[in-house]
């Protein structure tokens, strides 16, 4: 059973390009989360999606950034016109139900390293 | 969401047990307290969680106060892999873990 694969490890953009950073969440998986952790920092809570729905959006930025979980596939942050802050380590992770009281709590892909140069 | 204080670090030799405090004064009855952790250049990690009473799993134990106001992380014996900082975070109804600074743990052969 693949834990949550994220894609791609690494990924470098220049300034004004987009990034667009994968997770799929572990089978039977519903719920999805988005965290960004900037170089020696902690994790920061980005998005929180359901199939279809954005449920929280309370940490994305208010301009260039956007997340989806589709009906099918995976979920994907997207960031347009990158610029050198958006530099980060973007986390995934997910949740069959409510991750509050779930057994096996949330699961986390390895991440997706973003460079902007 | 209800904040945690943890300490900045914590140092430990291999084959001892780890305790890991974690304050949480401003706990609601119905928070979740759960515990991650991160290794270097990894997502982190689920470890344990708890709501009222203590807890056992196969990676740690989870000891919770009485009045919930504090609770312990507890690893039997710590291995050099056991290195890594250490996440307390309590959970309500929002269901999206807000991670504190958490404790960097290093464990010494």
């Known amino acids: 059973n693949a834990g949550v694969m994220q894609n791609p490890r690494h990924l470098v953009r220049r300034r004004g390009q987009e990034a667009r950073l994968r997770c799929s969440p572990m089978?039977?998986?519903?719920?999805v989360y988005w965290y960004r952790q900037l170089p020696e920092e902690g994790l920061k809570f980005m998005v929180y999606l359901q199939k279809e729905n954005i449920i929280d959006e309370s940490g994305m930025p208010k301009e260039r950034f956007s997340a989806e979980f589709p009906k099918e596939g995976p979920s994907i942050l997207r960031i347009q016109q990158v610029v050198r802050g958006d530099s980060a380590a973007y986390f995934c992770?997910?949740?069959?139900?409510?991750?509050?009281?779930?057994?096996?709590?949330?699961?986390f892909g390895s991440g997706t390293r973003l460079t902007v140069v | 969401d209800a904040k945690t204080t943890q300490p900045n670090s914590m140092e430990s030799n291999e084959e001892e047990p780890v305790h890991l405090p974690c304050n949480h004064s401003?706990?609601?009855?119905?928070?979740?307290i759960h515990w991650y952790r991160q290794l270097p250049s990894q997502g982190p990690e689920y470890v344990i969680h708890g709501l009222t009473s203590n807890v056992n799993n196969r990676m740690a134990s989870l000891a919770i106060a009485e009045d919930r106001k504090s609770s312990t992380l507890i690893l039997h014996r710590a291995t050099l892999r056991d290195a890594a900082v250490y996440y307390c975070i309590l959970i309500l109804n929002t269901d999206k873990l807000i991670f504190g600074t958490g404790t960097r743990l290093q464990v010494f052969p």
């Open positions: 401003t706990i609601s009855g119905t928070d979740y």
């Open positions: 992770a997910s949740s069959p139900s409510y991750g509050r009281d779930n057994l096996y709590g949330y699961t």
């Open positions: 089978k039977g998986h519903s719920h």
